[in-house]
């Protein structure tokens, strides 16, 4: 079973920021909380992942509550081609490391 | 990022067949791989888990015999679907990580069985 719980969808306004939240309240010590996203037909692209630190890259934000039980995904300026399904998942790292998919959000950044 | 290449993007078949699909990792040595497939409208559901050299490890459910995976070198697992019937049509998705970063996936394999 998914260790995450996501909104099923989202709208988005193109150029606007898009936050993504994640709940992961039974998250573990030693577990990271990945991104993915999935644009339609194509595997998973990977976004960010962090384990308690606030992390930034080219592609987005992740904001990391302080007791880590949620999480949220920002696109600073969604663009059209953002319209994806978004996964949040929890996985150790290391030997350990497995994803597990849930349902994601699916994000439609609207003209 | 990291590359990652499926191959063949697509692939029909005759139902009884077996079916072939190669995931590479094309810039890093792969001490795993990871295999999942997608219906239509589902996310992705790990199938098996692939570590250089040793065999693989089956989720629940996953037919073993009936879904092959070798995992002989460090950048090349496959994947083969044995005696393919309708209902094996789907998605196929590898991942491949270096057991210390994130994981990187393939563009995926649409498999239809006819």
């Known amino acids: 079973d998914a260790k995450t719980t996501q909104p099923p969808s989202m709208d988005c306004a193109e150029g606007r920021a898009a936050n993504l939240p994640c709940n992961h309240s039974?998250?573990?010590?030693?577990?990271?909380v990945y991104w993915y996203r999935q644009i339609h037909s194509q595997g998973p692209q990977y976004i960010i992942h962090?384990?308690?630190n606030n992390e930034t890259n080219e592609m987005a934000s992740l904001i990391i509550t302080e007791d880590r039980k949620s999480s949220t995904l920002i696109l600073p300026h969604a663009t059209l081609r953002d319209t994806a399904v978004y996964y949040c998942?929890?996985?150790?790292?290391?030997?350990?490391?497995?994803?597990?998919f849930g349902k994601g959000t699916l994000l439609t950044v609207n003209p | 990022g990291a590359v990652v290449s499926q191959h063949p993007s697509w692939v029909i078949c005759k139902s009884g067949t077996s079916v072939k699909i190669e995931c590479r990792s094309l810039?890093?040595?792969?001490?795993?791989m990871f295999w999942y497939r997608q219906f239509p409208k589902q996310s992705l559901m790990l199938m098996a888990t692939?570590?250089?050299?040793?065999?693989?490890?089956?989720e629940q459910g996953v037919e073993k015999d009936k879904f092959l995976i070798n995992h002989a070198s460090l950048t090349l697992s496959t994947l083969t679907v044995t005696s393919a019937h309708p209902e094996d049509s789907s998605f196929y998705i590898c991942?491949?990580?270096?057991?210390?970063?994130?994981?990187?996936f393939g563009q995926g394999t649409r498999l239809t069985v006819v």
């Open positions: 692939s570590n250089e050299g040793s065999k693989a490890t089956y």
């Open positions: 039974t998250i573990s010590g030693n577990e990271y």
């Open positions: 991942s491949a990580s270096d057991g210390d970063t994130e994981a990187f």
């Open positions: 810039d890093f040595q792969a001490t795993t």
């Open positions: 962090g384990l308690k």
């Open positions: 998942i929890v996985a150790s790292g290391g030997s350990n490391y497995k994803l597990t």
